[in-house]
């Protein structure tokens, strides 16, 4: 959805924006707030299941749209996460009074979102949007608790709603990835060793050459020594 940023007065965006980062700084229970950076005209949530409910335990993702005529307009919202519920339509849109005719522009954000939040507490199946839902809470509720629990463990449980990704999540480099040693394998650590037992081999060998050259030619000296005594 495009954004309404632009269409918007100075005077109502300095509004929303205070709204906004008092709302993120206080937050309303069991709900989190994810301000765009980008567009302060949408505002992303995550909702916690309400206890007693058939989405406790869920964490549901949802949006709120500012449109150009915010707020002598209400919001629009819209639900993220898939959920089995009778003011819900099947693409996320959202039916509540006052985000329609009970729309006053002094209620604000807070409002919309704490009525958002009651509103899977007390569903209203008289203005339906998913009308199985809605025919389920009033013929059978068994049936209807079951379908909405189902679908909020595999749409609202297990990490895949609620706050984004983070990115140092998921496969870490090792610790020991920055040392040559640990990286190179066991085998890095007995090359030094090897190098040394050669350098040394090499050494002693060279040493016993040396000393071996040193006594054959004292021997000679020696030799040559007598042979000269015996011609005087």
Known sequence: MNSNV????????????????????????????YPSDEDITELHTAIEGPEGTPFAGGVFRMRLVLGKDFPAVPPKGYFLTKIFHPNVGHKGEICVNVLKRDWKAELGLRHVLLTIKCLLIHPNPESALNEEAGRLLFEDYAEYESRA????????????????????DGPQPKKHAGDPMKRAGPSAAAVPAALGNGANGASTTSSNSNSSSSTNVAG?????????????
Request: hydrophobic share 35%; aromatic share 2%.
């Open 6 to 33: 632009e269409n918007l007065p100075p005077h109502v965006l300095r509004l929303v924006y205070k709204e906004v980062s008092a709302l993120a700084a206080d937050p309303p229970e069991g709900i989190k707030i």
């Open 149 to 168: 629990r189902l679908l909020t463990e595999i749409h609202a449980m297990g990490g895949s709603s609620g706050e984004p990704q983070d990115p140092n």
């Open 220 to 232: 000679k000296k020696k030799a040559d020594k007598k042979r000269a005594l015996r011609r005087l």
